[in-house]
């Protein structure tokens, strides 16, 4: 190999410097910043999602209503979720996007959800930080106050109680709830429903006769 094909190119150079640069790490932290204190209290819902797909690089699908006063959490180079067609993301939702949040279509996220995909090993001696990709599957419903722990899977058609703590992966067409999170019952698979809920400013009003 020659010392010319070995030397970075331009464009690593540049990057090298910018992940030494505090400026860097300032600015990406400002994003979110602005996203979470700022954009999150916007009431027009579609400037909040042109912030969170072009500055955050976050997936918002077609028909997908997400709330006022969310807050969306990521690493400097990207904010890893990505929301399907037809969600209902009610307020103060909490999506960790560091390692990672995938939502299906026709999901419903009640107001002040947990999301974790990162937290800590607390056997660790270091302390070390442990995680995993949570994925939201088709029709599912999360119950106000639902905490999802990192790595977890929500079954498609799947509800979470409200307040439940969901520490493992929950089967399809199931209802789980409580501390930590065990099966309550079984849901019905004949699922029809295709979420459209866009109500005005931070309130539960929307024009029902588009409904």
């Known amino acids: 190999m020659s010392q010319a094909s070995a030397r970075p190119s331009l464009k690593q150079r540049i990057k090298g410097r910018l992940l030494r640069s505090s400026t860097y790490f300032f600015l990406a932290a400002l994003k979110y910043y602005v996203g979470n204190n700022v954009i999150a209290h916007v009431p027009w819902e579609r400037l909040r999602?042109?912030?969170?797909?072009?500055i955050l690089g976050i997936r918002i699908g077609q028909r997908t209503h997400v709330s006022m006063r969310q807050f969306?959490?990521?690493?400097?180079?990207?904010?890893?979720?990505?929301?399907?067609n037809?969600?209902?993301l009610n307020?103060?939702?909490?999506?960790?996007?560091?390692?990672?949040?995938?939502?299906?279509?026709?999901?419903?996220?009640?107001?002040?959800?947990?999301i974790l995909s990162l937290h800590h090993d607390h056997n660790h001696p270091g302390f070390a930080s442990i995680g995993g990709v949570v994925e939201i599957r088709d029709h599912?419903?999360?119950g106000a106050r639902a905490t999802i722990l990192?790595?977890?899977t929500i079954g498609e058609g799947a509800v979470v109680a409200a307040g439940a703590v969901v520490t493992k992966d929950v089967a399809p067409y199931t209802v789980v709830g409580g501390v930590p999170a065990k099966f309550i019952a079984?849901?019905?698979?004949?699922?029809?429903?295709?979420?459209?809920?866009?109500?005005?400013?931070?309130?539960?009003v929307f024009d029902e006769s588009h409904g």
């Open 49 to 54: 999602n042109a912030y969170y797909r072009r």
């Open 72 to 84: 969306f959490t990521g690493y400097h180079s990207r904010c890893n979720v990505s929301i399907g």
């Open 86 to 88: 037809n969600c209902v």
């Open 91 to 114: 307020r103060e939702i909490y999506l960790d996007g560091r390692t990672g949040v995938v939502i299906g279509n026709n999901v419903n996220v009640s107001f002040q959800c947990c």
């Open 140 to 142: 599912a419903w999360l």
């Open 150 to 152: 990192p790595g977890v």
């Open 186 to 204: 079984e849901r019905n698979r004949e699922i029809a429903y295709l979420t459209d809920f866009s109500p005005f400013f931070d309130t539960d």
